[in-house]
């Protein structure tokens, strides 16, 4: 079981994570949604296509777009449609 641990608190585990490029993807159904919150931002990855982003908020502390994921992904990154990852202090383990 994989988790995603930030401020002391997991806010997303799956058995089912996938890696790409040293990253845990998580499916949407396992993280913890009261703690994300969307972002206005988005970048776009050359293979994979536009990233939408999450902010944290967990027990009074903010991580902005912290964790990101695809809705529209290329042919080539179909797998991780929705999948959700993470960075900026997350800690992924297992």
Do not use: R
């Not at 790409?20 to 296509?49: L, V």
């Not at 695809?70 to 960075?87: C, Q, T």
Request: with cysteine; proline share 4%; aromatic share 16%.
């Amino acid at each position: 079981m994989m988790k995603a641990i930030w401020n002391h608190l997991v806010i997303a585990e799956s058995d089912h994570t996938i890696v790409i490029e040293n990253n845990h993807y998580f499916p949407s159904e396992s993280i913890k949604e009261a703690f994300f919150k969307p972002s206005k931002t988005h970048s776009m990855c050359p293979w994979k296509g536009e990233a939408f982003y999450y902010t944290l908020e967990v027990n009074g502390k903010e991580n902005i777009d912290a964790a990101w994921y695809y809705p529209e992904v290329s042919e080539l990154a179909k797998s991780i449609k929705g999948y959700i990852a993470f960075w900026k202090g997350v800690q992924v383990t297992k």
